[in-house]
């Protein structure tokens, strides 16, 4: 019997699972990945997967999780290289939609993720909980107007997120990309404290 940690192995087995279908979600598309397939790819039962995720949608969950945890590693890099902290936000928004380029972001989490998980994507509201104390920052710098932090936060992710499934639909999304950048400089810049606000109709 191996001496190996319980704990070791479940999670060593956990990691092999996430890993091939990380490859087959990336190459094949969800739809497309067979269960069999991946579990022999990954030298594992088809058991092991139902064991440790519940069912296919439970592994692509996890799935969208790890990468999810990667992009906003990233997004923390460019925030950490910013003295400014204005332009520090400005930049962590902008790189959220370059990483609407990216394939594997674009067919896991914008394509597959949407349309199995739904209202389930597991890093929605850490996504609101991040930009919510960035935003809280910022207001009490005063350098935004004052807001309720989350619910600027909701806005501002809810459009982020649109205007990356927007890039990641289009065969040629450089384009989108371009005119969602453009968008997003103006979208912010009215953020900004001690400008003048016209009011809504």
């Given at each position: 019997m191996s001496s190996r940690p319980r704990a070791e192995m479940i999670e060593e087995t956990r990691a092999k699972l996430i890993a091939s279908a990380r490859q087959a979600f990336a190459r094949l598309g969800y739809a497309r990945t067979s269960m069999d397939d991946l579990t022999a790819e990954a030298g594992l039962t088809r058991g092991a997967l139902y064991h440790h995720f519940g069912d296919?949608?439970?592994?692509?969950?996890?799935?969208v999780e790890q990468i999810d945890s990667e992009m906003d590693e990233r997004l923390e890099a460019v925030s950490a290289q910013i003295a400014n902290p204005w332009e520090a936000f400005h930049e962590r928004c902008r790189a959220y939609l370059h990483m609407a380029l990216e394939p594997e972001i674009q067919r896991i989490v914008l394509q597959d993720a949407r349309a199995v998980l739904g209202e389930r994507l597991p890093a929605q509201e850490h996504c609101i909980d991040t930009l919510s104390a960035l935003l809280e920052q910022l207001l009490q710098d005063q350098v935004i107007a004052a807001v309720a932090p989350r619910a600027l936060a909701r806005l501002i992710n809810g459009s982020l997120v649109e205007a990356a499934l927007w890039i990641a639909a289009e065969p040629q999304p450089q384009q989108r990309l371009s005119e969602a950048l453009n968008a997003l400089q103006l979208l912010l810049r009215g953020l900004?404290?001690?400008q003048p606000h016209s009011p809504l109709a």
């Open positions: 296919k949608q439970g592994l692509l969950a996890a799935v900004r404290a001690n």
